[in-house]
């Protein structure tokens, strides 16, 4: 009968020393604590072999007091970050509950994502916090106190620099948000039509449909192509609002062909923009870089949230009932009448859009 193994028992997280069964000559192996690998598994690495418990136990207590583990010392930043990440998603109820960390992270500690995390010192974190809006600056660093809880969980790090930061003072202020003209509007179906820089072309393509329809970013990148009825000549989708959600909006038709074109770039993806190495769609963080560029490019200072004002501005100038405009673009009405007992057929949606005319 073979005899049991024999283990000498350590306190949680301080590694262990098991005695192997059979005739070894170094029958005591040790093995370090649990760490967490960059794909989130946890694993415990075996330190070695020795001859007597005693030096089973010397191996570890010198393990101990170096607690790096050697193999993890060029871990980024990013890479830590992304499992942080996967955490808060299994954590949270919503999406937007992690979205918050993803956006903040990657539009503003982007420059540090590849830099290991031992070589990233606490004025660099700090100039970036505040450099940002209290608000913003709050979502980073819990953000980063739950990297670095990572990074010493997994013996990468010794302390927690994201503690010691310090919120901004910065108040976010609400900007004024113009409407789009009609020349900006030109230049960008004129881009739209002639560009050969794909990515920017999808910009131009997105900001036409997000004027022609007055959905909001997030409702654009996120609609489902099993939600598109081109046929009858309109969508179904929104967030944020129950009025927002799964609303009819029209298709314009100057917009319709746009859609088949994205519909028809990756097949047999879910969204109509789909991200081109997996299959979630277009993402926050990604949309909003791009938008900036494209801004850039084409020489104008209006933001993404103007394309929607852009939209119903038009439609309040053409006498487009205001009970129709909340409809189309998922605003709530106060008006009980309006909110219980009148209902609009898609047809009737559509002739109001159709008439826009930038």
Not at 298 to 326: C, P, Q, V
Request: hydrophobic share 35%; with cysteine; aromatic share 10%.
């Amino acid at each position: 009968m073979a005899r049991k193994r024999r283990r000498t028992r350590k306190t949680n997280g301080a590694g262990s020393i098991t005695k192997l069964p059979g005739y070894r000559s170094n029958p005591w192996m040790v093995r370090g604590p649990a760490e967490i690998q960059i794909d989130g598994s946890t694993k415990r690495k075996v330190i070695g072999y020795y001859a007597t418990s005693d030096e089973a136990e010397i191996a570890l207590a010198k393990y101990k007091i170096n607690r790096f583990n050697l193999d993890e010392k060029d871990t980024t930043l990013g890479e830590l970050f992304e499992i942080f990440l996967e955490n808060k998603k299994k954590e949270v109820k919503t999406k937007r509950s992690w979205e918050k960390y993803e956006k903040a992270f990657y539009t503003y500690l982007f420059h540090l994502k590849d830099k290991p995390i031992r070589n990233i010192n606490y004025a660099e974190l700090q100039d970036v916090l505040l450099g940002t809006v209290e608000g913003t600056s709050k979502h980073l660093k819990q953000a980063l106190v739950g990297v670095y809880d990572i990074g010493i969980k997994s013996n990468i790090l010794s302390s927690n620099i994201g503690s010691l930061l310090k919120i901004s003072k910065t108040k976010a202020y609400t900007r004024k948000i113009n409407i789009f003209d009609k020349e900006t509007i030109h230049k960008i179906i004129e881009f739209s039509n002639t560009s050969n820089n794909l990515r920017m072309k999808k910009m131009a393509d997105m900001t036409l449909i997000l004027l022609y329809s007055g959905m909001r970013a997030g409702e654009l990148r996120t609609i489902e192509k099993e939600n598109i009825f081109l046929n009858e000549n309109y969508m179904i989708g929104g967030i944020k609002t129950e009025a927002g959600k799964n609303r009819i909006i029209p298709i314009h038709p100057f917009i319709k062909n746009l859609i088949v074109k994205y519909i028809d770039e990756y097949p047999s993806k879910k969204y109509l923009f789909s991200q081109e190495r997996s299959d979630r769609c277009f993402s926050d963080v990604t949309f909003v870089n791009n938008f900036l560029e494209f801004r850039k490019l084409l020489n104008f200072e209006y933001n993404r949230h103007a394309t929607r004002h852009t939209f119903i501005s038009e439609m309040k100038r053409l006498g487009i009932s205001a009970d129709k405009i909340k409809k189309i673009v998922g605003h709530s009405t106060s008006d009980i009448t309006d909110g219980v007992y009148t209902h609009y057929e898609p047809e009737d949606l559509i002739k109001e859009v159709i008439k826009i005319r930038y």
